[in-house]
């Protein structure tokens, strides 16, 4: 009887045939790694796609058309051309609402930021009572905005405001309208959208500071450079990531603010606090003329993307 054995080159050749069909297709490995990787994206590509690309697309259409209130009803909405625009931009209100846009906007951004670094370079030292300190200071940013405009509306109120009581108990005159002059109303805005503003300011450059190694300041010390030398020197350069992240973030919040003025002056008084975000309000839900407000918002818009698109480059610039 006799017995048929496999030679040991055929054997290691049905080895190798058998191992070559269990392992997978590197095609459709990497097909399958590309669909579960679109497959996190997707929420958030249809989520930007719904509530943040239709509308922009939306506003877009409808500042080239006119838009009535008779159109959520007959859904007829012509397209007029560049007469919105037009209109807009032929409008003085228009020009006054962007120089108090820029103004506010300016104003608030400076004055959140000084005194948002001033305070995260205080509570880097140790004290007593310190991290308290810090949670009281969060409370400005922690109240709803309408809540902080319609408390500031009543302590700055001319007659029964609580700051006007008390330069007048300090002998300083207590009759200055801070909300009903036109010369002052929106210095009174800019002044209480920087109290809500500072803690914003103060948490993300104290975390920026935190991050800063002691040993460069305790290197500056040794040499001998005064405590603003080393600040100027040493802790604005290696913070300079950090302050670019809060004066966009600042800006973006700021250029586009609503709430706070009409809680406090509505736009007045004599449109002196009229702003791009409270006229676009203005036409839009007061007089009713969408196609117009659909241009102030696209205004807006514009702006708020070219200094996105700087904070791009300015982050891109940083990495490299």
Known sequence: MSTTT?????????????????????????????????????????????????????????SFQDFSPSTFFDGKAPFNGTDNWSKVFQDDLFGKA???????????????FGIGL???????????????LRSLILLPWLVPMVVSGIVWRRILDQDTGVLNSLFDTLGFGGSTPWLTSPGMALFSVIMVNIWIGIPFNMVILYGGLQEIPKELHEAAALDGASAWRTFRSVTLPLLKPVITVVLVLGFMSTVKILDLILALTDGGPADSTQTLGTLTYQNSF???????????????????????VFYLRANRSEGK
Request: charge should be positive; aromatic fraction near 12%.
């Open 286 to 308: 007061v007089q009713l003329d969408f196609g117009a407000g659909a241009v102030v918002g696209n205004v807006l818009i514009l702006i708020s993307a070219v200094f996105a």
């Open 6 to 62: 496999a030679s040991p080159p055929a054997a290691a050749a049905a080895a190798t045939n058998a191992t070559a069909v269990k392992q997978p297709d590197p095609l459709r490995t990497r097909r399958r790694r590309r669909l579960s990787q679109w497959g996190f994206i997707a929420p958030a590509v249809v989520f930007m796609l719904l509530f943040f690309g239709y509308p922009l697309v939306r506003n877009i259409v409808m």
């Open 118 to 132: 001033a305070l995260a370079v205080f509570f880097t030292k140790k004290f007593p009572l310190n991290g308290f």
């Open 98 to 112: 962007l120089w108090h846009t820029i103004v506010f906007t300016i104003g608030s951004l400076i004055g959140q």
